[in-house]
């Protein structure tokens, strides 16, 4: 006795559902076991957890759309439209937390001074579809979801948009995985099902595999956000001559630095001593504060230290960039240096032009 084909492709797409399942909720662990890390900042820390709890949400909202299926598929109304309402404020739920969470911490987002609206008018919804009865809670399910999960999206846009270009590239695979996530969770619903006339089984299928390959791409590509912010972490930053340990030229961030010669001969001494204390060919990186940190790039001929709060990634790429574009720029002088510190002046230019002084030091 064979089974029938609809039977098999139910099956089939209620497997994919609970791998689909099992993959968000290792998605949702791994943003917890992120807060756990002690040299994270509190913002990042809610950021995570927000991420997270979106995520848990998603799973307990999509276990209950399971069961308004099957409440559906034998014809219990009443326990498909329980089901669905249960479904959807959970799912609603953790978006509104998400959208909190962003308006609260991400500074990007915290320049445009929202005051939290977009998280009391999603709120709002939510009140609104709690207190209706079932058959209006759906038709108002249906024309709001679409807003919230748009403004998640944009609020990732503008993120894009206004990100450093060293993090342009990962932003917009982020964007387009939560995009894909968004788009695909919409998938097994009557609406879509009206456009897309393909059996409900299949778009659970497709809906499954693409939501998992979306908020996996989300999840691997997202960047931390002390990262986006950067620039409120730099303090100074000093040109030394490797050799000589003189400062060839020096930048402030924020109020002008007071004797950057003796920081840089300091600098290139204690570099020089540990080398011989260690026996080590390996080059100082990085010397910490409790308050800030001296993030040290080696060069052939120079050594750039850039006093920040942070050792961040985005900070060592500007570092080597720069590195590069000077001792290009100042191949010849570099090398038969006599000790004119103005031929150095053009690296100004290159400091702002790596650093984007005139985006995010407006007034330096």
């Not at 020089?272 to 001929?301: R, V």
């Not at 290009?328 to 702002?352: C, H, M, N, Y």
Request: proline residues 3%; neutral net charge; aromatic residues 16%.
């Amino acid at each position: 006795m064979f089974l029938k084909w609809d039977v098999i492709f139910h099956e089939i797409s209620v497997g994919f559902k609970l791998i689909e399942i099992a993959f968000i909720l290792l998605f949702a662990i791994f943003f917890l076991m992120k807060i756990r890390k002690k040299e994270e900042t509190r913002n990042q820390k809610e950021i995570y957890l927000g991420t997270a709890i979106f995520l848990i949400c998603y799973v307990f909202s999509d276990v209950f759309f399971l069961f308004a299926y099957y409440g559906k598929l034998y014809y219990v109304l009443s326990f498909f439209y329980q089901s669905w309402k249960i479904a959807t404020i959970i799912g609603i739920s953790g978006t509104i937390f998400f959208i909190f969470t962003i308006e609260k911490n991400i500074g990007i987002i915290k320049r445009l001074n929202t005051r939290f609206i977009f998280t009391f008018i999603s709120l709002g919804i939510l009140i609104a579809i709690i207190i209706i009865n079932v058959e209006f809670s759906r038709v108002l399910a249906y024309i709001s979801l679409p807003f919230v999960f748009m403004l998640v999206l944009l609020f990732h846009f503008y993120i894009y948009l206004k990100a450093p270009q060293e993090y342009k590239r990962d932003l917009f695979l982020s964007f387009l995985g939560f995009f894909i996530f968004l788009a695909s969770y919409t998938l097994p619903t009557e609406i879509s099902q009206s456009i897309l006339p393909l059996p409900m089984e299949v778009l659970l299928v497709i809906s499954s595999t693409c939501i998992t390959i979306g908020i996996g791409i989300y999840t691997l590509k997202i960047p931390p956000n002390a990262e986006l912010e950067w620039h409120q972490n730099i303090i100074a930053l000093l040109v030394i001559h490797a050799e000589k340990g003189l400062n060839l030229f020096d930048y402030s961030f924020g109020p002008a630095m007071e004797e950057s010669e003796l920081i840089a001969g300091g600098l290139i001494g204690i570099s020089t001593i540990i080398q011989e204390m260690t026996k080590s060919a390996t080059k100082l990186k990085i010397i910490k504060q409790e308050k800030a940190n001296i993030i040290l790039e080696h060069g052939k001929y120079v050594v750039f230290a850039l006093i920040s709060k942070e050792d961040l990634q985005i900070l060592r790429k500007k570092l080597n960039s720069l590195i590069s574009k000077f001792e290009v720029l100042f191949s010849e002088q570099i090398q038969d240096w006599t000790g004119d510190v103005s031929i150095f002046r053009p690296t100004k230019a290159l400091i702002e032009e790596i650093f984007e002084t005139s985006k995010f030091f407006p007034y330096n």
